[in-house]
T-cell receptor, first 114, second 116 residues
Framework: NAGVTQTPKFQVLKTGQSMTLQCAQD?????MSWYRQDPGMGLRLIHY???????DQGEVPNGYNVSRSTTEDFPLRLLSAAPSQTSVYFC?????????????FGQGTRLTVV | AQTVTQSQPEMSVQEAETVTLSCTYD???????LFWYKQPPSRQMILVIR??????QNATENRFSVNFQKAAKSFSLKISDSQLGDTAMYFC?????????????FGGGTRVLVKP
């Protein structure tokens, strides 16, 4: 059971470039989300999805797009990278229901925008 | 909106001793969940312990226990018999369950260093 898989693990971009961070889970979880981690600020929610075809904005959505065409995949797109997007990005998934509250995290992607 | 505050940026503890990490939160919700996550140098986020707000009994997981004070909106983590492998960043997190999904709000983290 692979859990939540993020690719790539590291990436360097030039300002203005675009890229997609990949996230896949094999646990049939309905809920998936993207967070960014910056020093001293913990993790902040970027976008989330409660199922295929449904996405919504989190706390810091500007500069990022998402889509959810399948239950398994939830890619995060940076259309025009900026130095302020230098961060560590985490994808997480969790099952539905009031009793299943644990979020399973990928190993993160360290992104540097120069 | 909910906020989570961890007032201790860094803490150090001798191996085998006890350390307590503080966390306070602000919410108008009555039903919610609180978590402590551990992030070792590998960067992996690991769930340490979970507390349901409707439960008065404090959660425990082996050497980890919490002191949950709902009225004071306080949720501290105690690590007993500290081990070198406990060295990590620790994040307190709040979650309100809703049909819109399980969204987590994190504190800024406390770095714990266990010294031999």
């Amino acid at each position: 059971n692979a859990g939540v898989t993020q690719t790539p693990k590291f990436q360097v971009l030039k300002t203005g470039q675009s890229m997609t961070l990949q996230c896949a889970q094999d646990m049939n979880h309905e809920y998936m989300s993207w967070y960014r981690q910056d020093p001293g600020m913990g993790l902040r929610l970027i976008h989330y999805s409660v199922g295929a075809g449904i996405t919504d904005q989190g706390e810091v959505p500007n500069g990022y797009n998402v889509s959810r065409s399948t239950t398994e995949d939830f890619p995060l797109r940076l259309l025009s990278a900026a130095p302020s997007q230098t961060s560590v990005y985490f994808c997480a998934s969790s099952p539905p229901g009031r009793t299943n509250t644990e979020a399973f995290f990928g190993q993160g992607t360290r992104l540097t925008v120069v | 909106a909910q906020t989570v505050t961890q007032s201790q940026p860094e803490m150090s503890v001798q191996e085998a001793e006890t350390v307590t990490l503080s966390c306070t939160y602000d919410t108008s919700e009555n039903n919610y969940y609180l978590f402590w996550y551990k992030q070792p140098p590998s960067r992996q986020m690991i769930l340490v312990i979970r507390q349901e707000a409707y439960k008065q009994q404090n959660a425990t997981e082996n050497r980890f226990s919490v002191n949950f004070q709902k009225a004071a909106k306080s949720f501290s983590l105690k690590i007993s018999d500290s081990q070198l492998g406990d060295t990590a960043m620790y994040f307190c997190a709040f979650m309100k369950h809703s049909a819109a999904g399980n969204k987590l709000t994190f504190g800024g983290g406390t770095r714990v260093l266990v010294k031999p």
